[in-house]
């Protein structure tokens, strides 16, 4: 019996986490072959404006797919009006493949919640489930559980051990943006991209007034992310007003500051790599601290901010020796603006507005016992700025 997958998604773009997890899936699947569909209309997901076309989308996974063997791409979900919903895909495969055996690849999330989709017997009856998992914590116990759920209902699902890169398309797209996005896209993709300018490509946001700079910082955020970044721009420029800094550079360090924090650890080395930065052996082992650094980089090369801005944002998170007046004020602002909320807060508030120095070593000394209490290690630059300041 001829077996046959079915991939779907938005593929926004399509990326070699999609493709070379498809070609394990048809190894480890036995598949003759597999069929990619981009949705038109994603039933569980917004597509982020400014998209491609779904045509386009589908251009640029008959370009992914070329590369690989056994893949093929059909337009059938772009040929239906409405939702994409993942039955009548199901349905119509069976109709144009009567005899074969269906399997329908997706990833853990999606398979978790797989029976909140619209009529998932309808899917269950003509095809086989098979999940992606990439191994991650907890992600076994999940999954085990939905399959003996399946299971008990009388039908199938397999699990396909998924050792590919991780990266979301979502991530991805900020990638595009930052211009170090390359080695995550099949060959041709990138290209196309930058051809038709998708994905901020082509973008200039250097020196964008505070108006616009704030819509596409908050674009490239996570949303729950948004009111800090806000509430640390307002923040700096009240403590830059009080203490007689460059107002200006306030705002523009503080909307700044948090630019590249959505960006996952092992991708922050990536954007490290692609700017040619070299790291400390602290910086590769902690690559959850590199958002400050890259951040600065970016606003540097992708926003043309100036020097005084750039370091500000560097230094952010750890501090250093010696700091100027607006490294200690975003510092400061970060730790303090209105949404946080721990003890302690309210002093260093107290603080910003009297002794700069003093709320910089509270905030340093209470960086230092987080750390402590979490078993995680102290940069050197966090230790050297207490030094300094207690010198």
């Known amino acids: 019996m001829e077996r046959i997958g079915i991939y779907g998604g938005t593929f926004n773009p399509p ?27 994603a039933p569980h ?23 690989y063997e056994k893949m093929e791409v059909s337009d059938l979900e772009l040929k239906r009006e409405g939702p994409s919903y993942s039955y009548i895909t199901v349905e119509q495969m069976h109709e144009l493949y009567p005899d074969a055996k269906l399997c329908l690849l997706m990833g853990t999330d999606m398979f978790t919640s797989f029976l909140t989709w619209r009529n998932p017997e309808r899917i269950l009856s003509k095809a086989v489930l098979a999940v992606m998992s990439r191994g991650e914590r907890g992600e076994a116990e999940a999954i085990e559980a939905q399959k003996q759920t399946i299971e008990a209902m009388g039908y199938e699902a397999e699990v396909i ?17 930052f211009r170090c996005a390359g080695e995550f896209l099949p060959e041709g993709v990138l290209d196309y991209i930058r051809k038709h300018r998708f994905y901020d490509t082509r973008a200039n946001w250097k020196n964008l007034p505070m108006e616009e700079l704030e819509k596409v910082v908050i674009s490239l955020l996570n949303p729950n992310r948004v009111n800090h970044v806000l509430g640390c721009r307002d923040t700096a420029v009240d403590l830059a007003r009080h203490w007689g800094a460059n107002e200006v550079d306030a705002a523009r360090a503080g909307i700044l500051h948090d630019i590249t924090k959505a960006i996952d650890g092992p991708l922050q ?4 790599d692609a700017y040619g930065k070299i ?33 500000a944002i560097q230094w952010h998170t750890t501090g250093k020796a010696d700091m100027t007046l607006l490294q200690k004020i975003i510092y400061v602002a970060d730790y303090m603006e209105p949404n946080r909320d721990f003890p302690g807060v309210e002093k260093l508030r107290e603080l910003a507005y009297t002794d700069m120095d003093a709320a910089l070593k509270l905030g340093l000394e209470m960086t230092l016992v987080h750390l402590a209490n979490q078993g995680s ?13 207690n010198r």
Request: net charge neutral; glycine share 4%.
């Open 15 to 41: 990326h070699i986490g999609h493709l070379r997890g498809a070609a394990q899936a048809i190894t480890a699947l036995s598949l003759d072959k597999l069929i990619l569909i981009p949705d038109r209309i």
């Open 377 to 389: 290690e102290v940069s050197p630059e966090s230790r050297e700025a207490l030094a300094w300041l």
């Open 45 to 67: 997901k917004q597509i982020p404006s400014g998209s491609p076309t779904p045509e386009q989308r589908l251009e640029m996974l008959r370009i992914a797919a070329s590369h």
């Open 161 to 177: 051990e998924n050792h590919v890169t991780a990266i979301s398309s979502t991530q991805l797209r900020r990638l595009l943006a």
């Open 269 to 272: 080395l990536t954007l490290c």
């Open 279 to 311: 790291l400390s052996d602290f910086s590769r082992k902690y690559p959850k601290t590199l958002h400050a650094l890259t951040g600065s980089m970016v606003a540097e090369r992708i926003f043309g901010e100036n020097e005084e801005v750039v370091s």
